[in-house]
């Protein structure tokens, strides 16, 4: 059964660098069936999803974040990652990462399963 | 963007045993690139329905989803106790896949 871990410091200070990792059991991230995503809630609101991150390499990212974001991948430690820099308390927020999958019955309709936990990141001085 | 808007826009008063219904409505149209997923207080999303009408595996078949192009409904057949959530949508037909703003569902 796959399973998703986020880890990484629950306190960044502002207008520094958000470093979170996703450490993935059961299964790989070399496959070439799924991405790989992250996802951010902020305390008592909804979903906004960040970006993801392809077998490949390839990255995807939300344009509202673009200039800021990263995503990497470690395929040695089944791992990938994600920074997001120069951070405000507008970023405080649970951090999920998600496998997105697709079906061959459903052509390109991708969905988020399963999901990690979430952590929660607090931007503050 | 694809902006997608749920309605109840914030919350849902039911009983259980009711019969609910959530929409969620494109901005444009996103043929059936729609899923919904269940969220409750301090947990992880989990998926319900993808490509608008597919249940997922062990999902009660209590929960149903319709639609395309731009209108979709999640419609709960009979409310248990532990169907009190709130429901998000989500369009994967393009970059970025937004979320709808969420419905909670709650108890009458």
């Known amino acids: 059964q796959l399973q998703l871990q986020e880890s990484g410091p629950g306190l960044v200070k502002p207008s520094e660098t958000l470093s979170l990792t996703c450490i993935v059991s059961g299964g790989s991230i070399s496959s070439n069936s799924y991405y790989w995503d992250w996802i951010r809630q902020p305390p008592g609101k909804g979903l906004e999803w960040i970006g993801s991150?392809?077998?490949?390499?390839?990255?995807y990212y939300n344009p509202s974040l673009k200039s800021r974001v990263s995503i990497s991948e470690d395929t040695s430690k089944n791992q990938f990652s994600l920074k997001l820099s120069s951070v405000t308390a507008a970023d405080t927020a649970v951090y999920y990462c998600?496998?997105?999958?697709?079906?061959?019955?459903?052509?390109?309709?991708?969905?988020?399963?399963?999901w990690g936990q979430g952590t929660l990141v607090t931007v503050s001085s | 963007d694809i902006q997608m808007t749920q309605s109840p826009s914030s919350s849902l008063s039911a009983s259980v045993g009711d019969r609910v219904t959530i929409t969620c409505r494109a901005s444009?149209?996103?043929?059936?690139?729609l899923n919904w997923y269940q969220q409750k207080p301090g947990k992880a999303p989990k998926l319900l329905i993808y490509a608008a009408f597919r249940l997922q595996s062990r999902v009660p078949s209590r929960f149903s989803g319709s639609g395309s192009g731009t209108d979709f409904t999640l419609t709960i057949s009979s409310l248990q106790p532990e169907d009190f959530a709130t429901y998000y949508c989500?369009?994967?037909?393009?970059?970025?896949?937004?979320f709808g703003q969420g419905t909670k569902l709650e108890i009458k």
């Open positions: 998600a496998r997105r999958s697709s079906g061959w019955e459903t052509g390109g309709v991708y969905w988020f399963d399963p």
């Open positions: 991150i392809y077998y490949s390499g390839s990255t």
């Open positions: 444009q149209s996103i043929s059936d690139y």
């Open positions: 989500q369009q994967s037909y393009s970059y970025p896949y937004n």
